[in-house]
C-alpha cells in the first residue's frame, strides 16, 4: 500500500499560511498529513522554485494546493503548467470580488478540472473551511 499524500497548501499574493489554519485542522482531523509552507512572493519563477524544492523535502507522493497568486499570469510566464499533465480540482467563489467567477469557470474548464462552486468570496478557504478541505478530501480519494 502507497503511503497517503501529503497536503501542501500553498498561499497567494498579498497573503501568509495563516489563512489555511482552519482547513489544516479539519484534514488533521481526518488524519491527513498537511503542511503549509511560506510562499516567498518574489516572483512567480522564483516562487515556483522554492516551491519545489520545499517538496523534495517531502518523502512520499503530495496534493498540491494553491490560492490566487494576485494576477501573476500577467506580468510573468510561467515556464510549466502542471495540470496539463496532472488530475485538477478547483473551487469556484461564486461571490468573488477580485475574478469574475466566469474567469474562474473558463479556467477551470480549460484545466479539465473537477469543479464545485461555494457560495462565498475570494478568500472562501477562510469563512468556509469545510468546503475548501471537503474538495481536498475529494481530491485525495481519487489519487
Not at 479539519?26 to 503542511?35: M, T
Not at 516572483?43 to 519545489?52: C, F, K, P, V, W
Not at 474562474?104 to 464545485?116: D, G, K, P, S, Y
Request: hydrophobic residues 45%.
Amino acid at each position: 500500500m502507497s503511503p497517503q499524500p501529503t497536503v501542501v497548501l500553498v498561499h497567494g499574493a498579498f497573503a501568509d499560511a495563516s489563512g489555511f489554519a482552519s482547513v489544516i485542522r479539519l484534514l488533521e482531523a481526518q488524519d491527513v498529513p498537511v503542511r503549509a509552507p511560506m510562499n516567498p512572493l518574489r516572483g512567480l519563477a522564483s516562487d515556483a522554485e522554492a516551491i519545489r524544492r520545499y517538496t523534495t523535502t517531502i518523502d512520499g507522493p503530495i496534493v498540491l494546493v494553491g490560492h490566487s497568486y494576485g494576477g501573476a499570469a500577467f506580468t510573468e510566464t510561467a515556464s510549466a503548467v502542471g495540470w496539463r499533465d496532472v488530475p485538477s480540482w478547483y473551487l469556484v467563489s461564486e461571490r468573488d470580488n477580485a475574478i469574475p467567477p466566469d474567469c474562474e469557470r473558463f479556467m477551470a474548464q480549460r484545466m479539465n478540472a473537477v469543479t464545485e462552486s461555494v457560495d462565498g468570496s475570494h478568500v472562501a478557504f477562510i469563512a468556509q473551511p469545510e468546503v475548501a478541505s471537503g474538495l481536498i478530501l475529494k481530491a485525495l480519494a481519487s489519487v
